[in-house]
Every structure is written in structure tokens, then in C-alpha cells.
């Protein structure tokens, strides 16, 4: 069994930068390809960044592209999201995911385990 939790969300005013972190237990996250997810209150939750298990490639909602950056750290088991310029339409429950299974990581269904999310606000 994998847990994740995440850390690192806040206030921030728009245009500002927040680093959320992953930190993973239970088996090793060098297996697991994994993702980061958003829900707005009111919205469906969204894709908005992965990253493959041997960090070679990543994948970004077109919103968030140039301005989030997603990294992993296998030895320290942790996976980042660098988010810079943000937006008051960024403003979510972000939600970091792990997937064993091959498939677009675009999709939330391929993700195994998740974590209980982290508050991000960006006030105008």
C-alpha cells in the first residue's frame, strides 16, 4: 500500500509562487508514474501535471504550462509542483496521485492511490 500527503499549500496573492511537495511511504515511488490534480469548488477535479516513473517526461494542463513545473525526487520519495505567476483561477484542493499501470496520465482513473489533497488560495 502507498500513502501520499501532500504539504506546501497556502494563501498567496496572484502572481506569487507556492511549492507543493508529495511525500510518499510505503513502497518505494520509483515504480509508480505520478500526477498532480486540482478540484475548484463547484468543478470536477482536473488533470494538471505529470510525471513518468523515470522523471524522462511530463505532462501539463495547457493552463498551467510555462508557469507550473513538476519534478521528482525517487530517492526522497517525493514529487514536486513549482507553481509560479499564479492565478486566482488556480485556487483548488490540489491532490497529488501515483499510477503503476501504463496509460495517459491524463486521465485520473489510471491513478492507483491519492492524498488527501492540499488548499491552495490566490487571492486577486
Known amino acids: 500500500q502507498l500513502q501520499l500527503v501532500e504539504s506546501g499549500g497556502g494563501l498567496v496573492q496572484a502572481g506569487g509562487s507556492l511549492r507543493l511537495a508529495c511525500a510518499v511511504s510505503?513502497?518505494?515511488?520509483?515504480?509508480?508514474?505520478t500526477g498532480w490534480f486540482r478540484q475548484a469548488p463547484g468543478k470536477e477535479r482536473e488533470f494538471v501535471a505529470a510525471?513518468?516513473?523515470?522523471?524522462?517526461?511530463?505532462y501539463y494542463q495547457e493552463a498551467v504550462e510555462g508557469r507550473f513545473t513538476i519534478s521528482r525526487d525517487n530517492a526522497k520519495d517525493t514529487v514536486y509542483l513549482q507553481m509560479n505567476s499564479l492565478k486566482p483561477e488556480d485556487t483548488a484542493v490540489y491532490y497529488c496521485?501515483?499510477?503503476?499501470?501504463?496509460?495517459?496520465?491524463?486521465?485520473?482513473?489510471?491513478?492507483?492511490?491519492w492524498g488527501q489533497g492540499t488548499q491552495v488560495t490566490v487571492s486577486s
Open positions: 496521485a501515483a499510477a503503476i499501470g501504463r496509460g495517459s496520465l491524463y486521465n485520473d482513473y489510471l491513478y492507483d492511490y
Open positions: 510505503g513502497r518505494t515511488l520509483r515504480n509508480y508514474a
Open positions: 510525471i513518468s516513473w523515470s522523471a524522462d517526461t511530463t
